[in-house]
C-alpha cells in the first residue's frame, strides 16, 4: 500500500512506487485512482510551486471554509520539513503536530485535509516545493498559527533564530488564540 496512517485522522503519507531502470526512474506522483483506493475522493484545483533557501520557514498556515483546503505537498528538489496541525474543533487530535522529512531524494507525499494549518522549513541549499490543492487561493481567508508556540512542539530542523520569515508570519497568532471555524467531521 503507498498509503501510510500518522496517528492523525485523516493525514496520510503516500510514498509511490518508484520504478527504476537503466535510463532513470518514473514514478505516478499523482494518480486520482490509486487515492479513490483509499477513499480518498479529491478534485484538485490548484497546483503551487515555491522556491526557497536554506532556513526559509513558510507557515503556518489555511484558508477558512468555505475555501478551505485540502494540500498534497511534495518536494521537486531539496530536503524540507513539512509541519502541520490538526485545528479541527472536535477532533481526537486538535492542536496536535506532525512533522515529516519530505525531500526530492525519498518522493514522500504528505496528504493534509481541510482543517489543518501547513507550513514548512527548508534544510537544504534551495528547496523546490509543490502541492496540490483543492479548492483556490483566497487571499481573505487565509489564517496561521505562528511557527515558534511553544504548545506546537514541532522540531523544524533548522536553529529559528537563523529562519527567514515572511513579514506576515511573523506576527500570527498562537494556537490558543485562534479563531476558526473548522469542525472535525469524523
Ligand atoms: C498562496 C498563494 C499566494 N499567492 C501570492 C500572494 C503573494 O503575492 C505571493 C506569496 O504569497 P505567500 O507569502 O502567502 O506565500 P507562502 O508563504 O508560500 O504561502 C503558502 O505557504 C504554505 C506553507 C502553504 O501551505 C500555502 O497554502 C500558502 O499559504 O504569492 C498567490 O497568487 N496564490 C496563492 O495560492
Redo the contacts with the bound molecule.
Sequence with gaps: MPFHETGIPGLLIYEPAIHGDHRGYFFESYNAQTFQGQGINIQFV?D?Q?R?SYGVL??????LNPHA?T?L?RVLEGEIIDAVVDIRKGSPTYGKSFAINLSANNKRQLL?PQGF????AVLSPTAE?M?K?DN??H?AS?G?IIYNDPTLQINWGIDLKDAIV?D??QVLPKLADLEHNFVYQG
Excluded: M, P, T, W
Excluded at 58 to 63: D, K, P, T, V
Excluded at 117 to 120: E, P, Q, R, V
Design positions: 490548484q503551487n515555491a526557497s513558510r507557515g503556518l498556515h489555511y484558508q483546503q494540500k505537498i493534509v494549518a501547513h507550513g514548512y516545493v502541492y490543492c483556490f487561493y487571499k487565509e496561521g515572511s506576515k508570519d
